[in-house]
């Protein structure tokens, strides 16, 4: 057998200082996590970037540059999830009203908010990654291909 990890996509959208992020349930109570979401079968990261985002928030999400990949093992679930993480820009206003099962709410939220939240947070990636994209890193979106 050979082992694979959770391919999973998750957006960074920033304005006026504060950052989307979504409230879901989990098996531990609702936490605060980026728009994010796994890959589908046949599907670019990119594209599953724009769905993810789209059906977790409702805003049209797009994507201008990738942050970074990360690597990160869930004791609680015991699963390895490898995530990429995109930058981009939504509208002002939502475009879908209907959030994916499990949404509770999408919502702007500071930096220091996020930090506040720690403990609520899903991963150490969103705080992770949060601070590699207000360092500036980040990489072309064509460093990724997709041969589908």
């Known amino acids: 057998m050979i082992w694979k990890p959770n391919v999973t996509v998750a957006s960074i959208i920033e304005k006026n200082g ?3 992020v979504v409230e879901e349930e989990s098996s531990k109570g609702p936490v605060i996590n980026q728009p994010a979401g796994h890959l589908e079968p046949n599907e670019s990261l990119q594209d599953a970037v724009i769905r993810e985002t789209l059906e977790e928030t409702g805003y049209q999400f797009t994507p201008s540059a990738i ?8 004791n609680d679930n015991q699963t390895t ?32 908010a996020l930090k506040t939240e720690q403990k609520r947070l899903r991963s150490p990636i969103i705080l992770e990654s949060i601070s590699d994209y207000l360092e500036g ?12």
């Open 18 to 20: 504060k950052f989307l």
């Open 67 to 74: 942050i970074g990949s990360y690597l990160w093992h869930n």
């Open 81 to 112: 999830y490898f995530r990429t993480t995109f930058v981009g820009s939504v509208p002002d206003q939502p475009f879908q009203t209907t959030l994916d099962s499990g949404i509770i709410r999408a919502c702007w939220m500071s930096l220091d």
């Open 137 to 148: 890193k980040s990489q072309s979106l064509d460093s990724i291909k997709s041969y589908l």
